[in-house]
């Protein structure tokens, strides 16, 4: 089956523009996060969803990140008047049941971003 | 202080070797623990969960050890298509909110 997918795979923006990321997850999985990986570093987190709910945003850097799910489904992060430390791959990941610590994510091929 | 530690390497060994990954986790409340795969610009895939009791995947053999905070991974008889990124991670609690480590390099060489 589909695997979670990303969109755009590439956006190049200037500084002070806002982006959209999108994250379509695999269907019918409940859970759904957002991490943000530099070059040569793990992933890290930034918030999380339960269907429509959000959990979690204790990882979004600052007010200019904001994420939504509203349908439970396809996810957006968005990045308002983005700056150049925005700059990363944004991934996408999502398992099937909120509760269960040890399921597996599945990650998305994520959205290289750059700010110029 | 990180909340996940790895050396990051890189590990340089000959095919057929048996090589060793180690990393620490500063939450004693830590509750799931893993290891991911990720090959070079590609997504992180789980390679296998961490038990208390260690388990064995094959020629992979991951142990934890909840006193030291002490997660290890050996791989023996390595394979040229073992080179990736290992990732060390943990989940403070079952809402699935992971921690990865800085990730350890292995490079396997013909």
């Known amino acids: 089956g589909a695997g979670v997918s990303q969109s755009p795979r590439y956006k190049v923006t200037k500084r002070g523009q806002d982006v959209a990321l999108r994250c379509d997850p695999i269907s019918g999985h409940v859970s759904l996060y957002w991490y943000r990986q530099a070059l040569g570093q793990g992933p890290e987190f930034l918030t999380y969803?339960?269907?429509?709910?959000?959990?979690?945003k204790s990882g979004l850097p600052n007010d200019r990140f904001s994420a939504e799910r509203p349908e439970g489904s396809i996810s957006t992060l968005t990045i308002q008047r983005t700056e150049q430390r925005d700059s990363a791959m944004y991934r996408c990941?999502?398992?099937?049941?909120?509760?269960?610590?040890?399921?597996?994510?599945?990650f998305g091929p994520g959205t290289r971003l750059t700010v110029l | 202080r990180k909340e996940v530690e790895q050396d990051p390497g890189p590990f340089n060994v000959p095919e057929g070797a048996t090589v060793a990954f180690n990393c620490t986790y500063s939450?004693?409340?830590?509750?799931?623990f893993f290891w991911y795969r990720q090959d070079c610009r590609k997504e992180p895939k789980l390679l296998m969960s961490v038990y208390s009791s260690g388990n064995e995947d094959g020629r992979f053999t991951a142990q934890l050890n909840r006193a030291s905070q002490y997660i290890s991974l050996l791989i023996r008889d390595s394979k040229l298509s073992d080179s990736a990124t290992y990732l060390c991670v943990v989940n403070l609690s079952n809402t699935g909110k992971l921690i990865f480590g800085q990730g350890t390099t292995l490079q396997v060489k013909p």
């Open positions: 969803f339960n269907y429509e709910a959000q959990q979690d």
């Open positions: 990941a999502s398992k099937t049941d909120p509760g269960g610590g040890w399921d597996e994510q599945f």
């Open positions: 939450n004693s409340a830590s509750q799931s």
